[in-house]
C-alpha cells in the first residue's frame, strides 16, 4: 500500500469515528418522528424479543427502558440503507422461522417458548459466525442492539448499574464481591 493511500485511510477512519457520536446524537434526536412513522406490530415484536433478551428481574426490564424504541431509531437512522433492510427482513424471518418451530408468532408464545426460540436462533448464530467469520447474524445484532440501548438509558445507567454523578477519588482496595454492581458516569 502506497503511504498516501494509508493516509487517506487512515485520515477516513479518524474522521469516522470523530462523527459516528455526533450521527448517533442526531438520529436520536429524530427519534420521535421516526417513531411516528414505525408500524405498531414491529414496535410489539421489538418489545417483547428485547424483553425476552433482558426481562424485568430486581430491576426494570428492556421494554421498561424504551430499549424498542431506541432500536427502531438506530436501524432506521443510523444503518446504511442495506443493512437496515437486512435487518428488517430478517426480523421478519424470525418471525416466520418462531411460527414454524414453535407453532405461533413471538408475541403469542409463552415465555418458556421465546427461550427456546431465542436458543435455537442463538445456537444458528454461532454457527454462522463460526462458518462466516466476520458476519454479524441476526441475533447477535438485536442482542448487541438490546445490551446497548438498555445501559445507555437512564434506568440501565441509574437501576442495572450503580450511579456515581461525581466520580470519587480512586479507592485501590475496594472490596468487590457478588453483589458489586458495574459504575456508569452517564446521566
Known amino acids: 500500500?502506497?503511504?498516501?493511500?494509508?493516509?487517506?485511510?487512515?485520515?477516513?477512519?479518524?474522521?469516522g469515528i470523530s462523527l459516528a457520536?455526533?450521527?448517533l446524537a442526531k438520529a436520536l434526536a429524530n427519534g420521535p418522528a421516526t417513531l411516528a412513522k414505525f408500524p405498531a406490530d414491529r414496535l410489539a415484536l421489538l418489545a417483547e424479543m428485547a424483553d425476552t433478551i433482558l426481562p424485568d428481574t430486581d430491576t426494570p426490564g428492556a421494554k421498561a427502558a424504551k430499549v424498542h424504541?431506541?432500536?427502531?431509531?438506530v436501524v432506521q437512522d443510523c444503518f446504511p440503507a442495506e443493512a437496515r433492510e437486512d435487518f428488517w427482513k430478517q426480523l421478519e424471518a424470525a418471525e416466520e422461522q418462531c411460527k414454524t418451530s414453535q407453532g405461533a408468532g413471538f408475541l403469542q408464545c409463552t415465555p418458556a417458548q421465546r427461550i427456546a426460540f431465542f436458543?435455537?436462533?442463538q445456537t444458528?448464530?454461532?454457527?454462522?459466525?463460526?462458518s462466516r467469520p466476520g458476519s454479524s447474524p441476526f441475533f447477535y445484532?438485536?442482542?448487541?442492539?438490546?445490551?446497548g440501548g438498555y445501559f445507555s438509558s437512564e434506568i440501565g445507567a441509574t437501576q442495572a448499574l450503580a450511579f456515581d454523578p461525581i466520580p470519587g477519588g480512586w479507592i485501590p482496595d475496594m472490596i468487590i464481591d457478588s453483589n458489586t454492581k458495574a459504575w456508569t458516569p452517564m446521566f
Open 1 to 15: 500500500m502506497l503511504r498516501r493511500e494509508a493516509l487517506k485511510k487512515v485520515a477516513l477512519l479518524l474522521g
Open 21 to 23: 457520536p455526533e450521527l
Open 69 to 73: 424504541e431506541f432500536i427502531a431509531v
Open 119 to 121: 436458543t435455537e436462533l
Open 124 to 130: 444458528a448464530a454461532k454457527k454462522e459466525s463460526d
Open 141 to 147: 445484532t438485536l442482542k448487541n442492539l438490546t445490551l
